[in-house]
C-alpha cells in the first residue's frame, strides 16, 4: 500500500475526494499527511475529520523561500511518501523537491494544459473564447504546470460563464480525475516514457507482476 502525502492550501475539495476515494477503499494507499502553507485551511479541518495528521508550514513564518521549502523538504522526508499529491497547493514547488521526488509529484490544474498554464487558468480560458475547457492532472516538472499528462476530462464553456461558474463545472471534474489518477499511481499503472504517460492496461499489469 502506497504511501501519500497531500499539500494544499485552501478549501481543500480536491484532498477531500482523495480521503474519501481511500476511505471508500478505491485506492490501494494511504494518507499519511496533510501540508498546508498557512493556517486556519478549510483542507486542515477536513483533514481532521479524517484523522489524517495536519502539517502546518506557515509561508509567511520564514524570511525566504529556501527555508520554507527546507522545511517542507524535511517534513516530506519524515513522511517517506511513495507519492506526493499538490492538490490546490498554490506554491510553486523549488526544483530540489521536484528532483528529489521526480516521477512521484502529481498536480491537478484547472485546464486542459497546454492551454492556459498558472494562475485564473478559468479566466484565461474565457478570455480567449474556448469553447470546451477542463482540468488536467499531470506530473510535475521544474516548469509551471509543464509535466507529462496523465489524464485530462472536458467540460463545454457557456455563453453566460464567468470564471466562479466555469470553476464550479470544471471542480466537479477535477473530483473524479484526481482520484482516479492517485489510484492508477497506486496500482503502478503509470508508466512515464518522455513526454507521454502510457497508462497500463490493468490485466497486462497483473500479468507481468505475476511474472515478475
Ligand atoms: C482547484 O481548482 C485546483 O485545480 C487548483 O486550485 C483549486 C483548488 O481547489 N489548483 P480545492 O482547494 O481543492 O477545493
Redo the contacts with the bound molecule.
Sequence with gaps: MKRIVML????????QAVASAIARGMINGRCVGLIVDRRETL?AVRAEEFGIPVFTIDYSGFSTKGEYEEEVISTLRSLAPDLVVL????KILGSSIIREYAGRII????SLLPSFPGLDAQGQALAYGVKISG?TVHFVDEGTDSGPVILQRAVPVLDDDDPGSL?ER??LE?HIALPEAVSLFCEDRLHILGRAVIRLDSDLHKERSRSA
Excluded: K, Q, T
Design positions: 494544499a492550501s485552501g478549501r481543500g475539495s480536491n484532498f483542507a492538490a490546490g497547493y498554490m498536480n491537478i490544474h484547472p482540468c470553476a470544471i471542480l477535477e
